[in-house]
């Protein structure tokens, strides 16, 4: 069954400075990848969603890779902010279709210090 | 305000004492979910539902009902309740037009069970 790694390690960066969080997923390659927001004790929030036919998508101050042979996907917050720390997830949906199942990353920690 | 709402935000309750968590969405769409989010396990669905009268186990659906009788309605069922329960629950709903499963997420009910 499909499996995604995210790094469970929080990435504590500099204000101004580039976030980039990587999640990796080990069996097909599927037909998109999500990226959440998620704040402490809230509900994950969409961010972005890249498909498998595309390298990269932008969004104001987001970036996000998706490299199908590396089975890999980046997400990239550039002019990083104290307001970007939270936790970011990636997701991808559990087999084939559109069927409303997704399976999600634990997340990697993102502090960003002023 | 397009919206997933939850009830109740917090419970504490007791082993064996059957419980009801609602959860309602009012974009009209046909996809809900309901998930649980436990540290170092992260997003784990628990069943889901393609449209009324019709779900599906997710991947940890033991202790767990559902029903949808209604398409804005998905409320969770534990029967019999167990301390393995005590976790941070959200329910989702997304629509299958575009084939992307962007999830709305709900504001998360945070459940101990004693």
């Known amino acids: 069954s499909q499996k995604i790694e995210q790094n469970s390690e929080a990435l504590n960066i500099q204000e101004g400075k580039t976030a980039t969080l990587t999640c990796n997923y080990t069996?097909?390659?599927?037909?998109?990848l999500q990226w959440y927001r998620q704040d402490p004790g809230r509900g994950p929030v969409f961010l972005l969603l890249?498909?498998?036919?595309?390298k990269e998508k932008r969004k104001e101050r987001l970036k996000v890779t998706f490299d199908t042979t590396l089975k890999q996907s980046l997400f990239h917050i550039t002019a990083s902010q104290p307001a970007d720390s939270a936790t970011y997830l990636c997701a991808l949906p559990n087999g084939s279709g559109n069927t409303g199942k997704l399976i999600f990353g634990q997340g990697t920690t993102l502090q960003v210090k002023p | 305000e397009a919206q997933v709402t939850q009830n109740p935000r917090y419970l504490i309750t007791v082993t064996g004492k059957k419980l009801t968590v609602t959860c309602s969405q009012n974009m009209n769409h046909e996809y809900m979910s309901w998930y649980r989010q436990d540290p170092g396990l992260g997003l784990r669905q628990i069943y889901y539902?393609?449209?009324?009268?019709?779900?599906d186990k997710g991947d940890v659906p033991e202790g767990y009902k559902v029903s949808r009788k209604e398409k804005r309605n998905f409320p969770l069922i534990l029967e019999s309740p167990s301390p393995n329960q005590t976790s941070l629950y959200f329910c989702?709903?997304?629509?299958?037009?575009?084939?992307?499963?962007?999830?709305?997420f709900g504001p998360g009910t945070r459940l101990t069970v004693l």
């Open positions: 890249i498909r498998e036919n595309e």
């Open positions: 989702a709903s997304s629509s299958p037009s575009g084939n992307t499963d962007t999830q709305y």
């Open positions: 539902s393609m449209n009324v009268e019709v779900t």
């Open positions: 069996n097909y390659s599927p037909a998109y």
